[in-house]
C-alpha cells in the first residue's frame, strides 16, 4: 500500500500508471512566465486559485517557491506536489548522483526522473531499472507517442523502443534458466548456466547466482570442471570472464572453505594429491590456474580487440600475478593510447574505460576522465572545422564568376536609389528652377540605372572559356559542401551505435545548415546567375523552344524532391521561407544542379559561345 496526501494505491504499478497519466511531460499551453503574467502575480487570490488547482509541473513549482508562505502552503497541497512534486529534489543532483538513483528501485525518485529529466543516459538507466515492468515501460511509450514533441522525444522513444526489447529478451532468457535450473544434473543446462552468468545484463546474472548459490559441492564441481574447458567459449575474452565471474560466486557460497574436497565426485589419485585442501580452495586453484593459462596464450596474438578489452580486466584484477602479467604484456599507458586512437572502435573505446574506472588507483581514474573529454572535445571540434570548411569555400566561390563587379555594381545601384529616395523625400524645398535640374538628375539616374543592370545582365549571362573553367572547379567545392555535413560523422569511431550516430547527424546537420545560411542571398543569386546562362546557352544552340518551361519545372520538381526528402509540410515556397538554413541549402542544390546542366550543355559543343 503507497499512501499519499488523501491518495492510497495498492502497489507502484498503480502509483505509477496514475502518476504518469496525470503529468508525463506536461506543459502549459503558453510559457510560464505569460501563464504567470504580471497580473497574475500582483493579484494574490488569482495565485491562490493557481495554486491549488493548477495541474502544470512547471507552475506549482514556481508557486512551491513563492516569497508569499500563503501562496507556498496552498501550492504545496497541490495534487501534484503531494503525488510527485515534493521528491523532485534529485533533480539538482550532479548527473554521476542522478545516475545511481536511476539504477535504484526507489519507486520516487524513478517517477522523477521519467517525467522530468532530459539527459538520455540517465533515462536509459531508469527505463533499464527492474522496478519498471514491461507493462509500464509500454505505457511510457504510448505516453511519449501522444505527445510527441520533437527531436528529444525522437530520441527517448528510441531509447524506450530498445529497452523494451531488451526486457522482452531478457524474459524469454530468465524462462530459459529456469528451464536449465529444474536439470542441473545435465551438462548442456550446467553450460547454459555458464553462458549466462557472463551476460551483461545484470538482472540476467543475479537470476543465475541465486540459483547457483543453493546448489551442492558436486554441483558447483561439475561447473567448475566444464568452466576450464575451452569448449563452448567463441573467446579468450568470453573465457576469462567467465572463470571471474564464477569465481566471484564461489567466494560468496557458504561452507566451502570449511569442507574437505574429499566429499566431492573426484578420482582416487586427485583426493589423495589434495587431501588436505578445502573445496574452496580447489577450485580456486583450477579457477585461477586457467586463467593465467589464457593471459599467457595473449602473448602472441595482440592485435585483437577483444584481447586489449581482457588485459584491461586483468589490469583491475584483485589477483597479483593476473596484474603482473598484463602490465607485462601491455602496461596501463600503453592500453591508454591504444584505445585514444581514433581508429579504435567506440565499444571498445567505451568497454575498456569502463572498465578501468574500476581500477583502484585514482590517477586511472583521471585518466579515463581525460580520454572521455579528449574524445568530447575532438568531436567538437571536427564540427567546429566543418563550419570553418564551409565559409572558406563560399569565400572562394564569391571570388570568381565576377562577383567583384557584380557587388560592386550593386553598390552602385543601391547608392543611387537610396540618393533618390532621399530627395525624393524633400523635393518640396527645391525652388521652381532647382526643381527642373532635379528632374534631369532623375533622369541621368535612371540612365546609369539602365547602364550598370546591362553590365549585370552581361555578367550574369557571360559564357566564355574563362566562366567554364570556374564553374567547372565550382561545381567540385559545392559537392565538398554538401558532403561537410558528413564530417562529424567521419570523425567518429568505428562501430558507433546508431542512436549515437543518427544524434551527431542531427548536430552536424543543424550547425552546416547554420553555416550556410549566412550565405543565403548569395547561393540564390548564384542559382538566378545560372538560369541565366542557361537560357542565354540554350538561345545559342537551338535548343528546345520549350526549354525555359521545362527548366522553371526542372526546379519545381528539385523543391518538391527537397521538400519530400526532409519531410517539411509547409505551403510556402523555398524563397520566401524564414528557415534560412533549410532554404539555403535548397539552393545550393539547385545551384549545383543548375552548374551540371550547364556543363553538360557545353561539353557537347568544343567552341564555347
Known sequence: ????????????????????????????????????????????????????????????????????????????KNEFWNLVGRFQDILGFARTERMTFARIEGFHNLLVILIFEDDLQILAEALNNPAISLKMLVHFIRLLRQRGQGRKDEQILEIAMQVMSQKRKQIVQISQINRASRQLNQDRNLITM??????????????????????????????????????????????????????QLLSKTEGLENTSVQILDLPEEIKSGERSRSIKDYFDLLLRSKRIEIIRSLESDLSRFDNIVLLAYCHIDKDINIRKLARKYLNIDDLFSLINDKSTPRYIFRQVLDILMHHEDDFIHQKVHEA???????????????????????????????????HEFHDVLHSLNRTERYLSRYHSYFENGKKVHYKNLLNEFQEIRQVFSKKLQEIYSTTDIKTIRELEYIASILDEILQLREMGIQSLRPGTPDDIETEIKFRARIIWQSAISVYLGRIKDLAEMMSKKLLKMAATRDLSERFEQELNEAQQELEQTYKERIQCRLTNACKVCDRRGCAAERFLREARFLIEEFLDIVSEDITPQ
Open 194 to 247: 555458464l553462458q549466462y552468468l557472463r551476460d551483461e545484463n545484470n538482472t540476467i546474472r543475479l537470476a543465475v547466482q541465486n540459483i547457483l548459490l543453493r546448489e551442492d559441492a558436486n554441483t558447483l564441481n561439475r561447473l567448475v570442471h566444464l568452466a576450464i574447458l575451452d569448449d563452448g567459449f567463441t573467446s579468450r575474452l568470453d573465457h576469462f570472464v567467465t572463470l571471474s565471474r564464477l569465481l
Open 372 to 406: 572521455r573529454m579528449r574524445e568530447s572535445y575532438r568531436l567538437k571540434n571536427s564540427l567546429k572545422e566543418m563550419e570553418i570548411s564551409v565559409r572558406a569555400y563560399f569565400d572562394i566561390i564569391f571570388q570568381s564568376l565576377g562577383y567583384r563587379r557584380i
Open 1 to 76: 500500500m503507497i499512501q499519499l496526501g488523501g491518495y492510497a494505491y495498492t502497489d507502484f504499478l498503480q502509483y505509477y500508471m496514475d502518476v504518469m497519466d496525470r503529468y508525463f511531460r506536461k506543459t502549459p499551453p503558453v510559457p510560464s512566465n505569460i501563464y504567470l503574467s504580471q497580473d497574475v502575480i500582483k493579484n494574490k487570490e488569482i495565485k491562490k486559485q493557481i495554486a491549488r488547482y493548477c495541474h502544470f509541473p512547471s507552475i506549482i513549482n514556481i508557486l512551491a517557491n513563492d516569497e508569499d508562505e500563503e501562496i507556498r502552503m496552498l501550492a504545496r
